[in-house]
């Protein structure tokens, strides 16, 4: 295949956003006296996330990073939550919790084991703080930290792709995209990317994720450590 | 000084352009029956590096990645070297000396040290590509990859300090440059960033390059390990 560059989605795929906002949400809010579902508040915050960067994707928003459109959604779902009094400084250190989630445990050495033979870099809607920070909490080593913000412009949009193969000098059949969305995948593909499914199949709760492609891809992997096996 | 973040200029600070670029060209060209001056090839190449760069920064000419450009200062000294007739396989193989330069001896340690109190990026006129590669040849581990690309510009344009701490979404005060060169660290400085010069007085050869600052910097250090020691 002659693949010289892997590009991975972060949220989902990499890490577990929704126990990982739950348990952050609860790490910093139970010692203030709240008392929520930390579950359902994770996904409540991850539901707005959609639907604030397609603003971005239709051009009514000019590009914002994802810590801005999170700090937002925030906001929104704070009252649902009895969260409204929240201190400025409680809602930024709550903000960042998306900086400390935790990798699913088939990465660290999926990772490792891919780095010996490719390029390795997120292609994230994440922007490069959050990115370097959830890198460094979670010990990964990327080559580099491309994805929406060096595009200018959101996953599934073209340009994102196109510019982490550009960033990298490399022709895009040369370039492997990593995610365990379909709509990704399919995204990545259309611009002439190889792809690769990830099934995370309990990735908001059981059964919730996908457990395998929903589109033609050139790898299906069941983790990463499968993947690693199966690009050897 | 609550400094959060460390950006580094790579040639001349980080890797000996000098040295790399003669022993890369050397090993590619001499097999071929070539005999020239490798120093005095890297000398050459090497000075067409700032006028290329300013036509760029003058607005003379659209962004252009720095492979890009050093393909460009290549073609336009190798009829000095006798090397006109090159192939363009060679060409190409030989702008990628760039990728292969080796580090001071002084910075893996050095790095290592610093890695444990910094998030560390390079700051450098190169392109993520070649970074990247470079960083692979000498085992870097950085948290980002910042710098002229992600600028649109090239240094000491404001833009790209600027660029650089909005990417780890710090204020300036909270970054500082790494340089062995003065005109960097005073770019830099007039950015709001701390500054720290590290010594490289044989940068281009005995005694050509800054034993110390020319400017006032917030530390002067005589190498990394110095710097990580001054820093800690």
Redesign the interface.
């Known amino acids: 295949m002659a693949v010289k560059a892997l590009f991975f989605d972060i949220f989902g795929t990499v890490v577990d956003w929704r126990g990982g906002v739950a348990r952050e949400a609860e790490a910093i809010l139970a010692p203030q006296g709240y008392r929520i579902d930390w579950l359902a508040f994770a996904d409540a915050w991850r539901d707005e996330y959609q639907p604030a960067m397609e603003k971005v994707r239709a051009g009514k928003l000019p590009f914002s990073?994802l810590?801005l459109l999170h700090r937002h959604n925030l906001d929104r779902i704070r009252p649902r939550f009895g969260l409204d009094d929240l201190s400025e400084d409680l809602c930024r250190d709550l903000n960042t919790a998306w900086h400390r989630l935790p990798a699913w445990p088939d990465v660290p050495e999926g990772l490792t084991r891919l780095r010996a033979q490719f390029?390795l870099a997120p292609v994230s809607n994440a922007?490069?703080?959050l990115?370097?920070r959830l890198?460094?909490h979670n010990g990964f080593?990327?080559?580099?930290?491309?994805g929406a913000?060096?595009a200018g412009d959101y996953k599934p949009k073209p340009r994102v792709y196109e510019a982490a193969c550009e960033?990298?000098?490399?022709p895009p059949h040369e370039c492997m995209m990593v995610a365990a969305h379909s709509y990704d995948l399919a995204a990545a593909a259309a611009c002439g990317l190889r792809t690769a499914h990830v099934a995370r199949p309990d990735e908001a709760g059981p059964s919730t994720g996908e457990s395998g492609p929903r589109v033609p891809v050139d790898v299906a992997a069941s983790d990463f450590i499968n993947l690693a096996r199966q690009l050897a």
């Open positions: 990073k810590d390029l922007n490069i703080g990115m370097a890198a460094r080593h990327w080559d580099a930290i491309l913000e060096i960033a990298f000098d490399l």
